[in-house]
């Protein structure tokens, strides 16, 4: 298995523009979570899908972030539009159930805004 | 106020020493806590997955504790090596199923 993979890697962009980061769980997990890691603030959980639905986007700072899960494989993490505090490493990772079930993480979209 | 808290936030040790990670948590009611590794450059990997009833499970050269009435965690790495060089995260799970993390806590293994 190719494990949780996430696109693109690197992101460089200008305050302003829309930015779209991609993910693609593990076969057969049905949650799917979306993470932002930044040195001041470490790791937080943005919002977290169980089936395709989304269960807690308590996490999204704010109306410019949106998460899609559209099938079962695939989901999408959009700033629109963006700032340069939104400069981070944001994570995707799967798990076969909500729960205790270890996650699985993607290697990271690293993002940065100028 | 965080959660969970780590420390120390860094530390630098010797190839083949021991070392301790400690994680102090609040979080109630309380579900399980979990360790992670994480790789520079990588995304997070668990290391291990400790219940309110477990007091001690190890992966390895890690060694991770839970006092429970105490709200306290350790890992322990036992005969540290160069690839144990990563920031080690604790992630508290609370009863209402949310997701507490901390900061983590930096190694650096020197040969």
């Known amino acids: 298995d190719a494990g949780v993979i996430q696109s693109p890697r690197h992101e460089v962009t200008e305050m302003g523009q829309e930015v779209t980061l991609r993910c693609k769980p593990i076969s057969g997990h049905n949650s799917l979570f979306w993470y932002r890691q930044t040195m001041m603030r470490g790791l937080e959980l943005l919002i977290y899908f169980n089936n395709n639905v989304p269960i807690d986007d308590s996490g999204m700072p704010e109306d410019r972030f949106s998460a899609k899960m559209p099938n079962a494989s695939f989901s999408t993490l959009k700033i629109q539009p963006s700032e340069p505090r939104d400069s981070a490493v944001y994570f995707c990772?799967?798990?076969?159930?909500?729960?205790?079930?270890?996650?699985?993480f993607g290697p990271g979209t690293r993002l940065l805004v100028l | 106020k965080n959660q969970v808290e780590q420390s120390p936030q860094s530390l630098i040790i010797l190839e083949g020493k021991n070392c301790t990670l400690q994680?102090?948590?609040?979080?109630?009611?309380?579900?399980?806590l979990r360790w992670y590794k994480q790789d520079t450059g990588r995304g997070p990997v668990s290391l291990t997955i400790m219940t309110f009833s477990e007091n001690t499970k190890s992966n390895g050269r890690y060694t991770a504790t839970l006092d429970a009435d105490t709200k306290q965690s350790s890992l322990h790495i036992t005969a540290s090596q160069l690839s144990d060089s990563a920031s080690y995260i604790c992630?508290?799970?609370?009863?209402?199923?949310?997701?507490?993390f901390g900061k983590g806590n930096q190694v650096v293994v020197i040969p």
């Open positions: 992630v508290v799970r609370g009863g209402n199923n949310r997701l507490a």
């Open positions: 994680c102090n948590y609040t979080v109630s009611p309380f579900s399980n």
């Open positions: 990772a799967s798990t076969v159930r909500a729960g205790g079930e270890t996650q699985y």
